[in-house]
């Protein structure tokens, strides 16, 4: 859909206008959701109906996608670390639809080798591989992993030299 450019007429125009070239700004930089977005246009002090019509027109020109915000807060999240199902639930905690977060777990988890990646955080935070002689290393390690959302058996089977 594209949009015809008309001139602008009021100060109405001129604040939408304005709030969707501030959106597009932020969505050049990265995906946001919409109640993100939202967020940051109201801090920015633009009232709730250009707010509206702005999203609306972000969506209707696919600028704005719940899908590829899930998508990519998730694949961000998984690549610092973390498991898929709670990478899944920051993106719920962040306001994204459950069903595009749903969508998007799904296609994580079908690719996501937990054990692999586990390993690879912990060669990379302990490369000398002191958690193999010392109690209280090793115990941060799990620590570490269990933060990051890590099942037990993974944790021990990583963490255990003969593993």
Do not use: C
């Given at each position: 859909?594209?949009?015809?450019?008309?001139?602008?007429?009021?100060?109405?125009?001129?604040?939408?206008?304005?709030?969707?070239?501030?959106?597009?700004?932020?969505?050049?930089?990265?995906?946001?959701?919409?109640?993100?977005?939202?967020?940051?246009?109201?801090?920015?002090?633009?009232?709730?109906?250009?707010?509206?019509?702005?999203?609306?027109?972000?969506?209707?020109?696919?600028?704005?996608?719940?899908?590829?915000?899930?998508?990519s807060f998730?694949?961000?999240?998984?690549?610092?670390?973390?498991a898929?199902?709670?990478?899944?639930?920051?993106?719920?905690?962040?306001?994204?639809?459950?069903?595009?977060?749903?969508?998007?777990?799904?296609?994580?988890?079908?690719?996501?080798?937990?054990?692999?990646?586990?390993?690879?955080?912990?060669?990379?935070?302990?490369?000398?591989?002191?958690?193999?002689?010392?109690?209280?290393?090793?115990?941060?390690?799990?620590?570490?992993?269990?933060?990051?959302?890590?099942?037990?058996?993974?944790?021990?089977?990583?963490?255990?030299?003969?593993?």
């Open positions: 859909m594209t949009t015809r450019w008309r001139p602008l007429s009021s100060d109405a125009d001129k604040a939408e206008q304005a709030a969707y070239n501030y959106a597009l700004r932020l969505l050049a930089g990265r995906e946001q959701n919409r109640r993100a977005l939202k967020q940051k246009l109201a801090a920015r002090g633009y009232e709730t109906a250009v707010i509206a019509s702005v999203l609306d027109r972000l969506v209707a020109a696919d600028y704005l996608s719940e899908t590829r915000f899930a998508e998730i694949r961000s999240r998984i690549n610092k670390g973390e898929p199902w709670l990478a899944a639930k920051r993106a719920r905690e962040k306001g994204a639809e459950a069903s595009a977060v749903e969508r998007a777990l799904a296609a994580a988890e079908a690719e996501f080798d937990a054990e692999a990646s586990a390993r690879a955080l912990i060669e990379s935070r302990d490369p000398a591989g002191r958690r193999f002689e010392e109690q209280r290393v090793w115990q941060r390690q799990a620590r570490f992993l269990q933060s990051k959302g890590y099942r037990s058996e993974v944790i021990l089977r990583v963490l255990h030299r003969d593993g």
